[in-house]
């Protein structure tokens, strides 16, 4: 976690691919208080990058720190199937 204030404007960009079936990748801007709780409420904090993109793409996910903003977290996870290999 890093610290972050409410209103602030977290911005993450790459690229990302998923050349196989397996289930692609999510990737989230997740925003917490000072008691850990998580805050989020936009479905625009997070974007996924869907299976059987094979070419290299860019991307980019804006969001803004909702009141009550103290830590921030980038979290990104793939879709469980065995064989995933989103990059």
């Known amino acids: 976690l890093f610290p972050f204030k409410a209103g602030k404007k977290a911005r993450?960009?790459?690229y990302a691919r998923?050349?196989?079936q397996g289930g692609g990748l999510g990737v989230y801007l997740r925003f917490f208080d000072e008691k850990g709780k998580y805050l989020n409420d936009q479905p625009n904090?997070?974007?996924v990058i869907p299976e059987t993109h094979a070419e290299w793409k860019p991307y980019q996910l804006n969001a803004v720190?909702?009141?009550g903003t103290v830590k921030?977290?980038?979290w990104i996870h793939s879709f469980g199937?065995?064989?995933n290999d989103a990059q």
Do not use: I, T
């Open 72 to 74: 921030f977290e980038v």
């Open 45 to 47: 904090e997070n974007l």
């Open 18 to 20: 998923a050349p196989k």
């Open 12 to 14: 993450l960009s790459g």
């Open 65 to 67: 720190a909702p009141a």
């Open 81 to 83: 199937r065995p064989g």
